[in-house]
């Protein structure tokens, strides 16, 4: 699946580290079209923004699509004329693409001579796997779910748990999460999902929960209401209905079909409701899907929405909705609408019930009138109820997913793992001089 290329983002000036902390040199392996607005990139950005605001120098090899970011220090690998395209999900292309990052991070690595190397992605790893050990640093790992189920979600190659392929590929990604010496997960979920089903050591995972900038994304309440009604004007969006907000990539694992029945079931009883999708690749497919539901009218698609712009678009509306059907990926969305203050509606998977705790709103998975019904509930029924869930939520944002206290994780995370380093060569050093003295 493939999108145009996005504009560049800006970003907050980076502040001093505080004194006396020690700085690392990292090298991030961001196997994906850095920086597209959605997902994955998102936690590249923050990690990378916590981790310079606290005085480590951060290099982000990536592939030669994407939206440069001031003030990062992007390193991409070689492309061709003419295809300078975002790419999203599993793709065959993406073999080639890794073949050329690898070559990119390699030279990166002898210019920086990195502390410890962090990988994003399985492809990351692997990359990353090669070089730790070509200058002995430290591997991490930052693993955002597994590989054959997010190629199953994406439907690669047609896969499925009864394909042929399916084994060799499962052996692939066990080998490749054994190479890292730290896994961080974006989820307690994705801790269990790697020593239940993979059997990975219990100590070398360490679960980094996904988090939000609470600057950036600031409660709906704090945003003007003459602003509001200018962007639902420019949007088309009549100010009488209710306004029903998702924000992420549009595809069937994200639950987009389920969230367009849910609205039809729910437009057949009220007429005032209005949907507000920010998203892609799909643009096109899901507005053929509303209009042949006879719902256009009442759905709105931005197609890709910049990063620095989602606040202000979240804050227009009454309830926010993410019917993600993954059951191993994070969910980050549900962190911005938890920071803007949106009572929340999600299917009932492990990752949103951790991330929203007994504040959120869960339909059983895969049943779209069960998500109608929810919606239903907050918007009507419970409409002064959600105001007061908003407020919970996003107070919960602020008090537990800080990406402040996530980059001070990760520095002492580092640190750990550069005395682990130090102790080893020690130890090889008093063996080998043990052995000539023998």
């Known amino acids: 699946m493939i999108a145009t290329r996005p504009k560049d983002v800006d970003v907050p000036t980076i502040v001093p580290k505080p004194a006396g902390r020690r700085s690392f040199r990292v090298l991030k392996i961001a196997p994906t079209s850095f920086f597209s607005d959605y997902g994955c990139h998102v936690r590249i950005l923050e990690e990378t923004l916590a981790l310079q605001a606290l005085g480590s120098r951060v290099t982000i090899c990536t592939y030669h699509s994407g939206g440069n970011v001031p003030g990062l220090d992007i390193r991409r690998s070689l492309g061709w004329p003419g295809r300078n395209r975002v790419h999203v999900g599993s793709s065959p292309y993406r073999f080639l693409l890794d073949g050329l990052l690898s070559a990119r991070a390699l030279l990166a690595s002898a210019q920086v001579r990195p502390d410890v190397i962090h990988a994003h992605l399985h492809e990351g790893a692997l990359i990353g796997g090669l070089l730790s050990r070509l200058w002995r ?48 997960t974006s989820s307690h979920n994705a801790a269990n999902v790697l020593t239940r089903e993979f059997g990975y050591p219990v100590e070398k995972v360490r679960p980094l929960p996904d988090c939000v900038n609470t600057e950036r994304f600031l409660p709906r309440w704090r945003v003007a209401e003459d602003k509001k009604r200018q962007l639902r004007t420019s949007l088309g969006i009549p100010a009488e209905r209710r306004l029903v907000v998702y924000l992420g990539l549009l595809a069937e694992y994200q639950g987009s079909g389920h969230l367009l029945r849910a609205a039809a079931a729910m437009l057949s009883q009220h007429q005032d409701i209005h949907f507000l999708l920010m ?160």
């Open 137 to 184: 640093v430290p591997l991490v790992f930052d693993f955002q779910g597994s590989l054959t189920s997010e190629m199953i979600d994406h439907g690669f190659l047609g896969l499925t748990r009864q394909s042929r392929l399916y084994g060799p590929l499962r052996r692939l990604e066990t080998m490749i999460d054994g190479l890292p010496d730290v896994v961080l």
């Open 279 to 438: 998203g892609f690749p799909g643009q096109e497919r899901y507005q053929q899907m509303a209009s042949d539901l006879g719902i256009a009218d009442h759905v709105t698609f931005t197609g890709r929405l910049p990063y620095q712009l989602a606040p202000e678009y979240l804050a227009l509306g009454d309830l926010a909705v993410s019917p993600k059907m993954s059951e191993t990926e994070g969910n980050g969305k549900l962190l911005n609408y938890m920071a803007v203050g949106l009572p929340t509606v999600t299917f009932a998977t492990p990752v949103s019930q951790e991330i929203l705790g007994e504040l959120g709103v869960f339909a059983a998975v895969g049943d779209h009138l069960d998500l109608a019904s929810k919606m239903d509930l907050l918007l009507y029924a419970g409409a002064e109820a959600a105001e007061d869930l908003g407020c919970q939520l996003r107070h919960r944002a602020v008090e537990r997913f800080s990406w402040h206290e996530a980059g001070l994780r990760l520095l002492a995370i580092y640190e750990s793992l550069g005395r682990g380093r130090k102790n080893e060569t020690t130890v090889d050093t008093m063996a080998d001089g043990v052995h000539t003295l023998g």
